[in-house]
Structures are given as structure tokens and as C-alpha cells.
């Protein structure tokens, strides 16, 4: 009965870790670096503004109306959007 016979199982398939290779490139590597310093560089920017009046100021600039409202709306859209990539993702 050869037509009931199961065939050997194969291998599983190897991982890219496992198939040798030695990592990233450097290309691949700097490129990514060079991203995430133009990511990070409006938060570098907003830091040392934020630090120019000293630590009163930024009380001052945080504790006025406008600075809550933004705070709150950029919340809001943080948990919208969460929550849309949850039911999404689901």
C-alpha cells in the first residue's frame, strides 16, 4: 500500500540567525543611525529651549492654560490611536 505511506517530515526552515550571517551591514546600520538622530532631533531642540528660563519659567510655561489643553488633546489622540490599532490588530 504505497499510496498510504506518509512522506519523512521535512526540516524546518532555518532562521536568518542560524544561516551564518554575520549581522547587519554597516550601510544598514548607518542609515538607521542617521534616522533615529532626525527622529530625536526636535526633542533635543525642545529640551535646551525648555531649559533656557530655568526652572521657574518652566513652571511658568507649564502651568499655563494652553500647555494643559495641548497636553490633553496630544493624550487624547495617543489613546485613540492606541486603541484603534488594538481593535485593528485583533
Partial sequence: ?????RAPPR???RSA???GSAG?????????AVAG???IA???YLAIRAAEPGLAGLVEILARPRTME???RSVALAGAV?????VLGV
Wanted: glycine letters at 6%; one cysteine or more; aromatic letters at 0%.
Fill in 42 to 44: 526636535p526633542l533635543v
Fill in 1 to 5: 500500500m504505497a499510496l498510504l505511506e
Fill in 37 to 39: 538622530l532626525l527622529a
Fill in 82 to 86: 492606541t486603541a484603534a490599532c488594538m
Fill in 11 to 13: 526540516p524546518p526552515p
Fill in 17 to 19: 540567525s542560524s544561516a
Fill in 70 to 72: 495641548l497636553l490633553g
Fill in 24 to 32: 547587519a551591514s554597516p550601510v544598514l546600520v548607518a542609515g538607521a
